[in-house]
């Protein structure tokens, strides 16, 4: 089928690592190569798999307190460039840019720092830049990437993984989209109803 897409390159960045592992397993066994940041760039090489650091591909280190590790073109434009568009493909090229087929990715628990009683600076690190980026993203992209938002989504990706291999279709997708907007959505009302609420 035409519509089935190929995962060859996933790029991991979560927070939630609980019940990850055995999606990195089946997507290990099925050839797929790692990229990843920090924490959970350890926590897959702790389970025996190679792991590409994102500074590798950007040149750069993690930057302001972590405040800036994946906002690079070389990611985003790996995870935006459309793969049937040949203008896309050149540039992806020419700038070295490599495809990103999958997005793994959490978001920083706001709505359990905010409850636990932290501090406002605590609170303002624990709003996402990076993460709700790449669901943004992924999901603009549904055409071409899989972009799983949150570890709710850890299992679905796994069911489909283990029923055809690293390939989706374009329905399943859209439905990741779906589910990705939804989860950007619901995050940055969780936000907004914060700063009502203190301001």
């Not at 089935?4 to 055995?22: C, N, P, R, Y």
């Not at 605590?122 to 990437?145: H, P, Q, Y």
Request: negative net charge.
């Amino acid at each position: 089928m035409a519509e089935m897409k190929k995962i060859k390159t996933a790029l991991v960045s979560v927070f939630h690592k609980d019940g990850l592992d055995e999606l990195l397993k089946k997507l290990n066994e099925e050839g797929v190569k790692f990229l990843s940041t920090g924490g959970t760039q350890a926590f897959i090489e702790s389970l025996g798999y190679e792991c590409q650091a994102v500074e590798d591909v950007t040149t750069y280190p993690s930057i302001l307190g972590g405040r800036v590790k994946t906002l690079h073109p070389k990611i985003f434009g790996g995870i935006l460039g459309r793969r049937a568009l040949e203008s896309d493909q050149q540039q992806m090229a020419q700038y070295e840019i490599p495809e990103i087929d999958l997005v793994i990715v959490d978001l920083y628990p706001f709505e359990q720092t905010v409850a636990s009683g932290a501090s406002e600076a605590d609170i303002i690190e624990k709003i996402d830049i990076g993460g709700i980026s790449l669901i943004r993203a992924g999901a603009k992209n549904f055409n071409d990437v899989v972009i799983v938002p949150s570890k709710a989504e850890y299992g679905m990706l796994l069911d489909i993984v283990n029923a055809q291999g690293a390939a989706t279709t374009l329905e399943q997708r859209r439905e990741f989209a779906t589910r990705a907007f939804g989860v950007s959505s619901h995050y940055d009302t969780a936000i907004n109803g914060w700063f009502v609420a203190t301001k």
